[in-house]
């Protein structure tokens, strides 16, 4: 039956993926699938069987008229697909583990930029150390971390871009190679679903550093400034794990959509349409950012710290998003 199903994929291979040729080609294989589980009830074996199914139904020029699909078949309105093959698709899915690793790197380092600031900071206030020499270091640090960060991405963006022609619409994968990339997804899941927890864990525990220091080291003051560094940590190592997830498992969807109505939603994975939780939660999220930021800075007065909740909160909005989307599915 494996090579009917190859088979029956090759037929329809170069045709469009419109409702018409996708609902011919489910029948087309219900009718092959049939005769073939007749054959095997009458006592043929499994070779003789298939090769009495492609014999029969095997010339889609025979069945256009009846299957609908005639117009299609015609000269003017037969669309000749480049078929991606296995070779590609293990590359592109080893290249996409690369790039979640380097992106989430990336960010990582974003996120952790301004910690230099508040570890010199911490530094003159405790240590007596200059505060201009601080101030120097904690900005040559910032910048460090940032073009390190952004270089990460900026490599990462141009390695992948040799990729971007997988989300054309004339590719094709046959049957064999979409059923290795359902199986790699698969397989992967136990993994996603580790990287989300391992994510929202580090997220959630980030406040306890500075809830430890605050409660039972608050006569250190070193500590107590370099409270806001150890959130940075959490919350960095938080969203790099969700990145590398995300990244891994859309490069699954980004191949699945190569068949028409292949993903799980139908569509790719750039134009996902927003659902209502997604729409309703994003409508509030940066509402929510700029009162958390009033309230922390009017509360602390330290406004030289607190504006590093503009990019937690621009790297979380990504994270929200595939959360959202997750919740959906």
């Not at 054309?168 to 359902?182: N, S």
């Not at 992967?188 to 409660?215: E, K, M, R, W």
Request: contains cysteine; aromatic residues 12%.
């Amino acid at each position: 039956m494996e090579t009917i199903r190859n088979y029956l994929e090759t037929m329809f291979l170069n045709l469009p993926g419109t409702p018409e040729v996708m609902r011919a080609k489910m029948e087309l294989g219900q009718m092959m699938e049939d005769k073939y589980n007749e054959l095997i009830a009458e006592g043929k074996m499994d070779n003789e069987a298939t090769g009495i199914v492609i014999s029969e139904f095997g010339n889609l020029e025979e069945l256009a008229e009846e299957l609908g699909i005639l117009d299609y078949m015609k000269k003017g309105n037969f669309e000749k697909r480049e078929t991606v093959k296995m070779e590609t698709v293990r590359s592109f899915i080893a290249e996409k583990t690369r790039s979640s690793v380097r992106m989430a790197i990336g960010v990582l380092f974003c996120i952790l930029s301004p910690a230099g600031f508040i570890f010199f900071q911490a530094l003159t206030v405790s240590k007596g150390m200059s505060g201009g020499a601080a101030e120097a270091a904690g900005l040559l640090l910032f910048f460090l971390l940032v073009a390190a960060g952004v270089g990460c991405i900026v490599y990462d963006c141009v390695r992948m871009s040799k990729w971007q022609y997988l989300k054309k619409d004339e590719l094709v994968m046959d049957f064999a190679t979409e059923a290795y990339v359902r199986e790699q997804r698969e397989n992967f899941q136990p993994t996603y679903a580790l990287y989300i927890t391992f994510g929202v864990v580090f997220c959630i525990i980030s406040v306890i550093p500075s809830a430890v220091i605050g409660t039972f080291l608050y006569d250190s003051v070193f500590l107590n400034v370099l409270s806001g560094a150890f959130v940075l940590i959490f919350v960095a190592i938080g969203v790099m794990f969700f990145i590398m997830g995300a990244k891994r498992k859309s490069g699954y969807e980004v191949l699945l959509a190569i068949n028409p109505g292949a993903g799980e939603n139908g569509v790719r994975e750039d134009e996902e349409p927003q659902s209502e939780l997604e729409r309703n939660v994003m409508s509030v999220y940066w509402p929510t950012i700029v009162c958390l930021y009033l309230i922390w800075s009017f509360l602390t007065m330290s406004w030289h710290i607190t504006w590093i909740i503009w990019p937690i909160a621009g790297v979380m909005e990504h994270v929200v998003r595939i959360i959202c989307r997750e919740i959906r599915r």
